[in-house]
């Protein structure tokens, strides 16, 4: 008999189908998944609400822009309200992180002592490498200390603080190191902020001379042309390689095209955006509260992202949430790039991608944010998927009674703000529980401090690894 079964619910199954059931918890995972589960020791009526696995948000930065305790424990709460139950942050050495590039072996552990006890949701980190010493803490970073994701930061190169080993032939160490793991640890994977440093760098300049301090100014400061040229090189490396690529935030039609050609070329290359690429253009009534790296682009990059998405070739998408203040904001060159989203990836994408547009199911919806997301991290089967041993980390989704407007204060993060204000949502998460642990029930959030770091890769009870 299970301790919880959730019933009447309509089970979505990622990439399959979507069918009514039941789901049965025990002992923190799911023991039984059907049309009939059995007794429980308690059971939740869900009336008909869609039952999936949680969202894995494979993309946001804990500690950008305040100590990272206080961070983990506002942004994990807002992800949480979201359906989100897993988050993948970035993190690195160096200002405002660290004083100085320390080695990850210092590093590392300042970063989980600091958010230890304090995140909401289960949690891995993607490593930035930025000195030569750090190529040399991979293989220990990925063998020991469970660190499947790595990033290149193309647009730091030539930067005198943080970027200075930073150039092609870091690239293709770092890459050439990532493949020799491969047959050991087959989740490891590369990502690269794909941006080149000196287009952008000169676009800049550019634009600034010109006086430009709206999103459009923005946009032609980081134009898409630095993002193909730089799509461009990955591409090269990693068929020269054998490396896996996990490319975030692809904002353009040209950068996704690009990538796509060494997709077919027989690169291993996975495709992230994010959700404002889905849902932003430069003319957004947010203004510059919208500014963020890649920069936002026009309505026929959105359309071509969208297209990417349906057909399947962008296989992932992430919030690549950050938290800050409207007083961040005030002008357009000195403003932080960046802002809140993940708890809205699941009921926008919902809105904009099954209800509005009609190019995407639920079970297609799901296969991206939770099963493709954990895939492309090292998690799955343990998240990501509806089947007995997989961890219980479960939203349920309900219909409103009438439509809900985005306010800032609803997206729950420390900022005071959000660019997608005043956006009709028809569905949002009423539960949400992790590892069997309800910890969101429509209203308030109660898992602060419940998040466990993910040593990956990870495995089903009873099967080799973690």
Not at 252 to 264: I, K, P, T
Not at 307 to 331: M, W
């Amino acid at each position: 008999m299970s301790e919880l079964v959730l019933r009447n619910a309509r089970l979505v199954f990622p990439h399959r189908g979507v069918v009514e059931g039941e789901v049965g918890i025990s002992d923190g995972r799911i023991d039984a998944v059907g049309k009939e589960v059995g007794p429980g020791d308690r059971v939740l009526d869900v009336k008909g609400a869609f039952v999936g696995p949680g969202i894995v948000d494979p993309h946001t930065h804990v500690g950008i822009y305040r100590p990272a305790g206080e961070d983990a424990q506002t942004e994990t709460a807002s992800a949480a309200r979201g359906g989100v139950t897993t988050v993948v942050t970035y993190w690195r050495v160096g200002e405002p992180y660290t004083p100085g590039l320390l080695p990850y072996s210092e590093g590392l552990p300042r970063f989980l002592s600091a958010v230890e006890g304090r995140m909401g949701c289960d949690y891995a980190v993607n490593l930035g490498m930025l000195t030569r010493a750090h190529l040399a803490e991979v293989p220990s970073l990925v063998r020991e200390k469970g660190i499947t994701t790595l990033k290149y930061f193309a647009h730091y190169e030539g930067r005198a603080d943080i970027g200075r080993d930073l150039d092609a032939g870091y690239f293709h160490r770092l890459a050439s190191e990532v493949a020799r793991l491969l047959p050991e640890v087959p989740a490891v994977r590369l990502s690269v902020h794909s941006e080149d440093a000196g287009i952008v760098r000169e676009a800049t300049e550019e634009e600034r001379a010109r006086g430009g301090k709206d999103l459009e100014a923005y946009r032609r400061s980081r134009p898409e042309l630095a993002e193909a040229v730089s799509i461009r090189r990955l591409g090269e490396v990693a068929l020269a390689t054998g490396a896996p690529v996990y490319l975030p935030h692809v904002s353009s039609e040209l950068g996704y095209r690009r990538a796509e050609e060494y997709v077919r070329q027989g690169a291993s290359l996975l495709i992230e955006t994010s959700l404002h690429y889905l849902l932003l253009t430069t003319d957004t009534p947010a203004g510059i509260r919208a500014k963020v790296n890649p920069a936002v682009r026009r309505p026929s990059d959105v359309e071509a992202l969208w297209e990417g998405l349906a057909r399947g070739r962008i296989r992932c998408v992430g919030s690549d949430h950050a938290s800050n203040r409207l007083a961040d904001k005030e002008e357009l060159w000195t403003a932080k790039p960046a802002f809140p989203g993940t708890g809205l990836l699941l009921p926008l994408l919902f809105e904009e991608g099954v209800l509005r547009r009609k190019v995407l199911t639920p079970e297609a919806l799901w296969g991206i944010l939770s099963e493709n997301n954990a895939r492309a991290h090292g998690m799955f089967p343990r998240k990501g998927c509806l089947v007995p041993g997989a961890d219980a980390d479960l939203v349920v989704f309900s219909r409103q009674p009438e439509a809900v407007r985005v306010t800032a204060e609803r997206v729950g993060s420390f900022a005071d703000y959000t660019p997608y204000e005043g956006r009709e949502l028809h569905y949002l998460p009423t539960r949400v529980f992790l590892r069997g642990r309800e910890t969101f029930d429509g209203e308030s959030f109660t898992g602060a401090g419940t998040g466990e770091f993910l040593h990956r890769p990870l495995a089903l009870p009873g099967t080799p690894g973690r």
